[in-house]
């Protein structure tokens, strides 16, 4: 009788047990993940923080005044960036319609080694591409333009584009165009009636992909940019490699913010009848 009341109790306490390990997982997940951005939101508000101070000795806002003055350079680096991350979304774009269009409807012999071919920037380390970069646009003087980073930006972030593209043209109905064009409308007609405004989630996406994808580009943006054209990122590097954290961890929030909101909105955006057909 004994027995089976302890047997009955282990039993009903094995199933709470066997959240235990999953909950000291989790929580060494959550920890290894909110742990350094707890950190960083620390350092935005700290004035002093110092060893042995587990946390700030003294809290402020001085370090938001000295980044946003006239001489902090960060209101410089973020016109900077949005302006090249803008003017990147719309040259990709610009390419990755017509070539995602031209993937998912034209039966293509290479259409395989195509999409392969823009993931050329992606397989070789970046450092060794951006020094012959930087050495290229130095001799035909795009080195410190914006319009030389873009170009580096667009190299990198036309992959996302056009593959989000093709994927998004493949999810549309063919017999949509064919209806549209047995109906009187012309081909330039029916791709911006009907065949464009269905893709336009998954472009949308793409955009986002490729805006964040500059916004965050650093290896290009030093050895094409710096220094006479200075991002974010730029300026998150050499704040941190000085040992200034505060200004490091504000632009870090600077970056962080809109990748988090973009990200939400993609995950409404691309849904999986898109995603289904990526590389196809």
């Not at 742990?35 to 946390?55: D, I, S």
């Not at 070789?124 to 873009?150: D, H, K, M, Q, S």
């Not at 650093?218 to 941190?240: E, N, Q, R």
Request: hydrophobic share 55%.
């Amino acid at each position: 009788m004994m027995a089976s009341s302890l047997s009955l109790s282990l039993s009903r306490l094995a199933p709470a047990l066997w959240w235990v390990p999953r909950g000291i997982v989790f929580g060494l997940m959550a920890f290894f993940i909110f742990g350094p951005l707890a950190n960083m939101l620390l350092w935005t508000v700290a004035e002093r923080w110092y060893f042995p101070h587990t946390l700030p000795a003294q809290y402020g806002f001085s370090a938001w005044q000295n980044v946003f003055a006239p001489r902090g350079g960060a209101l410089e680096s973020l016109r900077n960036s949005l302006l090249v991350a803008v003017l990147t979304v719309i040259v990709a774009l610009m390419l990755a319609i017509p070539a995602g269009y031209a993937l998912a409807r034209l039966k293509l012999p290479v259409r395989g080694l195509i999409l392969l071919a823009f993931l050329i920037p992606q397989a070789f380390p970046n450092l060794t591409v951006y020094v012959n970069i930087a050495r290229i646009f130095y001799e035909i003087r795009l080195n410190g333009t914006v319009a030389g980073l873009v170009l580096v930006h667009v190299s990198h972030g036309l992959v996302y584009a056009v593959w989000i593209a093709t994927a998004a043209f493949s999810a549309i109905d063919r017999e949509l165009e064919q209806a549209a064009r047995s109906a009187g409308a012309g081909p330039m007609r029916a791709f911006m009636d009907i065949t464009l405004p269905l893709a336009a989630p998954g472009l949308m996406a793409s955009a986002i992909f490729v805006f964040l994808e500059s916004l965050d580009e650093f290896t290009g943006s030093y050895f094409v940019g710096a220094p006479d054209v200075t991002t974010l990122p730029l300026l998150l590097y050499t704040a941190g490699s000085g040992g200034n954290y505060q200004v490091a961890s504000i632009t870090a929030l600077l970056l962080l913010v809109p990748s988090l909101v973009f990200m939400l909105v993609v995950e409404r955006f691309l849904k999986a009848d898109v995603l289904s057909r990526v590389g196809h």
